[in-house]
């Protein structure tokens, strides 16, 4: 659950976007450094005061201006009266005139673990968008010595060590309980194992300019309830649009029913399921609300007829006839068309297929199936999502959805769309099945491509997290409660009143 404040306007920044704003600020409002460093370090002060308000805090202190931030929360939790005590890192301290003439004891790295011992509370403010590789010595030490304390650490921007950009760990990192992270959220903290090691991240605003230029944004709840088109009151099943669904060759009449129900459940006005014969009986039973076509018999115009939307793909088959088929079905309509699963590994032997179709068309490959499509390994595709999901939507001219923790949205010459809703109870077979669904019944109401796309991932994770955190929580579930999660935006759950967005994303079960 997140708390973002109605926000819809969410930016996600790499390290260079992050500094590039920082001095587009200071050069547009001029604005000093020392006021945007006074702003964010008063933020995370009352973040530790309101969470961690007993005992005393260790500030572990960089000698970069993550370190300045430090100094200033040091100085200010003691003019609130707090207990506090640092512990300098590198080999200089940041700039003692910070501390306003606050005397604040300091001891060297090699005291760390006495001094987080003695300590209730650690921040740290070693490391921040400035740090390149692992943690050298000193700072290693430090952070072993914080992790090894089992107190709860508030990171300041993010935790040491964690690269905020690709969100890699190349050597020690701090494993914090809460970031507080400044401006916006930095990509590293939402990308794995960043985004393990940051815990509850805070995102607090400390007196940018607006920003300028494209930048990847979170899929805010606001933002995907203001896109989502509203249902007339004399809605009639025509106008809430058609969606073929082609899936399931014989024996995988499962994936077939699975979409169709994300489909219905997100608010198609009809689903027409094509499917092979052998398919027939268990469709028409699990889904009796949706239309059957024979697959085997089809013809591929016809059955796209007042279509407004066609998913195809799920456990479809990736033989020459499901090729033929597929390739029939593209070139047989110009209503939006959405490609999942086999569909994809499809494309991938046969590329040629987007150049023999005109329409608008969404991929929503997972990284092994984004790896096919671009010639590349997974470890590739995992390394950098945000630049593998930009390169599929340049080379097939489209909307990609790559999925993942975090499902990104990308178009080229719009910004990427990141998720944050959800939980890792989707990671079960049957959920991209429904997910694909739900984004065909969104296709079919009119949204763009990469508006479905973001809002469908959304939805169903909202789905999911109202359907609940537990182990063994099947794609139906998740189907099921849809409707409630489409119904109105959520109420922020938090009454801790921090100064920021609150992002909770969940821990592990
Ligand atoms: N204007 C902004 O953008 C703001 C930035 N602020 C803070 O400033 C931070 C960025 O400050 P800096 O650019 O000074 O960078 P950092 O403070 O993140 O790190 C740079 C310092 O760490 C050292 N360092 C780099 N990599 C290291 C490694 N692997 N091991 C050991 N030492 C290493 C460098 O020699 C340098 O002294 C942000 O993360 C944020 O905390 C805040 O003051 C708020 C405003
Ligand atoms: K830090």
């Known amino acids: 659950m997140s708390r973002f404040s109605g926000s819809t306007d969410v930016p996600v920044l790499t390290a260079d976007e992050m500094r590039a704003w ?12 020392r006021v945007l460093m006074e702003t964010a370090a008063r933020a995370a002060a009352s973040v ?13 202190v960089g000698s970069g ?23 300098q890192a590198g080999s200089r301290m940041p700039d003692e005139a910070l501390l306003h003439g606050w005397r604040i004891p300091v001891v060297p790295a090699e005291g760390a ?12 403010g070693l490391l921040g968008t400035g740090a390149t590789g692992a943690p050298r010595e000193a700072y290693a030490l430090v952070i072993r010595a914080m992790n090894d304390s089992a107190r709860p650490v508030v990171a300041l921007d993010g935790p040491s060590g964690v690269d905020l950009t690709t969100g890699a760990a190349p050597g020690e990192a701090v494993r914090a309980a809460v970031t507080v992270t400044f401006g916006a959220p930095k990509r590293g903290l ?8 940051a815990g509850r991240i805070v995102a607090v605003e400390v007196g940018f300019a607006p920003r300028e230029g494209d930048a990847a944004r979170l899929i805010t709840p606001a933002w995907a309830h203001q896109l989502l088109p509203a249902v007339p009151p004399d809605a009639h099943k025509g106008r809430m649009g058609r969606v073929v669904i082609v899936a399931g060759r014989a024996g995988m009449a499962g994936a077939c029913v699975l979409a169709g129900t994300g489909a219905l459940r997100a608010g198609a006005g009809m689903a027409v399921l094509v499917t092979p014969e052998a398919n027939r009986v268990i469709v028409q039973s699990a889904l009796p609300e949706a239309l059957y076509t024979d697959r085997d018999t089809a013809d591929a115009m016809e059955v796209q007829r007042g279509a407004a939307a066609v998913v195809a793909g ?11 088929f597929l390739d029939a079905i593209a070139r047989g309509s110009d209503v939006p068309l959405l490609l999942d699963a086999d569909a994809l590994t499809l494309l991938a032997r046969d590329p040629g297929l987007r150049e023999r179709m005109d329409r608008p068309l969404l991929l929503t490959p997972h990284p092994g199936e984004a790896g096919r499509l671009l010639s590349s ?13 930009a390169a599929l939507a340049e080379r097939f001219r489209c909307a990609v959805l790559l999925k993942g923790t975090p499902s990104l949205v990308a178009e080229t010459g719009r910004g990427t769309r990141v998720n944050v809703a959800g939980h890792a109870g989707l990671a079960t077979g049957g959920n991209g099945d429904v997910l694909g669904g739900v984004i065909g019944a ?19 994770g909202r789905a999911a997290e109202l359907a609940g955190r537990g182990r063994g929580l099947l794609p139906t579930d998740v189907a099921d409660v849809l409707p409630d999660a489409l119904l109105k935006v959520p109420v922020p759950g938090s009454s801790l009143n921090l100064p920021g967005i609150l992002l909770d994303l969940p821990a592990a079960v």
């Open 48 to 60: 530790v005061d309101r969470l961690y308000p007993h005992g005393r805090v260790a500030v572990a």
């Open 377 to 389: 390994s997974i470890k590739e595709i995992t390394a950098d999502p945000f630049a593998a999901a």
């Open 113 to 124: 673990a006495e001094a987080f011992g003695g300590a209730a509370t650690i921040v740290d």
């Open 442 to 460: 969104l296709l079919a109401r009119g949204m763009e491509p990469a508006d479905a796309a973001a809002a469908g991932l959304y939805f169903s």
């Open 314 to 324: 799920p456990a479809m088959g990736t033989d020459d006839d499901s090729l033929a």
């Open 22 to 33: 920082d001095s587009s600020t200071i050069r547009r409002t001029g604005i000093p450094e």
């Open 190 to 197: 939402l990308l794995f194992p960043g985004r393990g090691l």
């Open 65 to 87: 201006n993550n370190g300045g931030d430090a100094l200033v929360l040091a100085r200010t939790l003691a003019a609130w009266g707090r207990d506090v005590i640092a512990v």
